[in-house]
């Protein structure tokens, strides 16, 4: 039997405006958002206390936003850059157009922008992608840019 191992795709693998949807979605718990808000020294009460967020325009607690756009980008790593991921370059364009709640599950897509080979870097693309997290209710609640360093296929290597 011959072993399969599971990998992203490699950058000349992926096709622009090619759109993945990662699935299963995640849905966002109170101890995600504690233990979350907590680890990265975020004492946001929106986060945290549920009495004075009651008291706030969205009525109840925020997940924190970092939560969020950690999730998203964690989502599209077993179908895009598991194993083929040299390094992320950057993140533009964040944005966070809705609130995302306890209980909410976010469902990331992923569309590929432009994926070139490095001019630099022998073997290496540079792929461009947008993340759109969604939840339940297809109700957009943040969206990314990404530029990462992804590496060939090995048999495209000059």
Partial sequence: MADIVQRGLYADELVVGA????????????ADNVVF????????????DAAFSATQPFGQRL???MW??????????????QGT???QLGLTDVSFPAPLFHGDTLYTDTEILEVRRSGSRPGQGVVT???????????????????????MRPEEES
């Fill in 63 to 65: 997940m924190n936003s």
């Fill in 129 to 151: 992608m947008r993340h759109t997290g969604r939840n339940q209710d297809e109700v957009v609640v943040a969206t990314a840019t990404r530029v990462a360093l992804m590496w």
């Fill in 68 to 81: 969020t756009l950690a999730t998203m980008v964690g989502a599209s790593v077993t179908q895009i850059t």
């Fill in 19 to 30: 759109r993945y949807a990662h699935r299963p979605g995640r849905t966002a718990t109170e």
């Fill in 37 to 48: 808000s907590s680890i990265t020294m975020n004492t946001q009460a929106l986060h945290l």
């Fill in 85 to 87: 991921l040299v390094a």
